[in-house]
């Protein structure tokens, strides 16, 4: 059963993530790099992708409260709790480069939020080997998209690069945590599932 005390807080950590700006310990990557002339066309291209990885970032947050919610491994709420530490900083420096580039956010990330909340209290619940396989399979996933931005972003807005950049390294990092906590290879139906769940939000949010 869930603890009234923990929904509470899963509350107030989706209220955070929705509507506060997020903090970060560690320096935004490229922060002392120029801010080089874009084109328009390039403007634009950098913030929908830049939109896309906060929305992913987003759906890292609530997945990660969800899953840790209904994790059944002390150890393994602890990691997930310090992944999801670690993710709210990609949402921050996501969130001030698309401000930087005059953009905006996704119109749709409390929609975001909330699928990706519930599928990470799934998650849970099947047990925590199928848990943290979720997660790795998701870290996979997000770091090909990661790895695919690099290659679409101008290659002027080193800015952004480097923040892609650094967010790759640390979404493969994630990934490797929890497989090493357990996690287990997930079926194949459920890997393609996951990435046409994935291929839509990120063509969705590309515009809203």
Known sequence: MLKVDKLIIGFDNAL???????????????????????????KRESVALMRINHVGEVCAQALYQGQALTARNVTVQQALSQAAREETEHLAWTERRIAELGGRKS?????????SFTLGLVAGVLGDKWNLGFLAETERQVEAHLADHLRRLPYQDVRSR????????????????????????????????????????TRTAYWV
């Open 16 to 42: 955070r993530t929705l509507l506060v700006p997020a903090n970060t310990i560690r320096p935004v990557p490229g922060r002392n790099l120029p801010e080089n002339e874009l084109s328009e066309a390039e």
């Open 107 to 115: 119109f749709l990330n409390p929609l975001w939020y909330g699928g």
């Open 162 to 201: 480097a923040i892609v950049s650094q967010m790759k390294v640390d979404e493969a990092c994630h990934a490797t945590m929890a497989i090493s906590h357990g996690g287990g290879e997930l079926p194949l139906p459920v890997r393609l599932a996951m990435k046409l769940g994935s291929k839509t939000m």
